[in-house]
């Protein structure tokens, strides 16, 4: 062993620590970004059927928190030299497809659509946390407050959404399993392109 292995072995290992956190950081606000489109592209699709409607203030209110949403990620992504997801054309279109056709069934399936996707994110983002609190707290620290805020309000928007007869929404379960598992998808592949 000579004398400048040990140094060797340590830029390789902070290199290498690095770089994990510049992944994970891409990953996370790459995903968020392209969530927060999403979300936007579904409250505007609900608005076009159901804005003029009574429950249209509840889905506005829903809506300006998410359009805050997409424009803190849109600062972050410069801030942190993150490439963003190449299928926001395919989630600005599928956004709105899902929140209008919904909408269609009424405001118990723009609600029941609302649950679903909120009870996805709000998980998606609690492990977000762990990961960046696993990371280093505090070197994450801006990172880590802009999604606890954000998921208190899908929170809330999970819990309005209840609140609005999400459930008496037709075939409530079915929507509702088929919604998650789209959200999930799409937080799936938006991870990784």
């Known amino acids: 062993m000579t004398l400048h292995q040990p140094l060797r072995q340590g830029l390789r290992l902070y290199s ?3 770089s994990r956190n510049k992944e994970v950081i ?3 606000i790459r995903v968020d970004h392209a969530g927060e489109l ?9 608005m076009a059927v159901l804005g003029k409607t009574s429950v249209g203030p509840v889905i506005q209110h829903m809506w300006d928190q998410e359009k805050e949403h997409k ?4 600062e972050l992504i410069p801030k942190y030299r993150v490439r963003p997801t190449v299928l926001i054309p395919i989630w600005n279109v599928a956004g709105f497809v899902l929140g ?3 909408a ?8 029941a659509c609302t649950v679903a996707v909120e009870s996805v994110i709000t998980d998606h983002y609690n492990s977000q946390l762990r990961e960046l609190i696993s990371l280093g707290e505090e070197e994450h620290k801006e990172l880590i407050e802009v999604i606890k805020k954000f998921r208190d309000d899908e929170m809330e928007h999970h819990d309005t959404g209840l609140e609005h007869d999400a459930e008496l929404a037709p075939a409530y379960n079915l929507l509702s399993n088929v919604i998650k598992a789209g959200c999930k998808a799409a937080v799936f592949i938006s991870e990784r392109i």
């Open 16 to 18: 290498t620590r690095t």
């Open 26 to 28: 891409d990953r996370i």
């Open 38 to 46: 999403g979300a936007d592209r579904i409250y505007a699709g609900q």
């Open 71 to 74: 424009a803190k990620f849109e």
């Open 100 to 102: 209008a056709g919904t």
């Open 104 to 111: 269609l069934l009424g405001k118990e399936g723009a609600m």
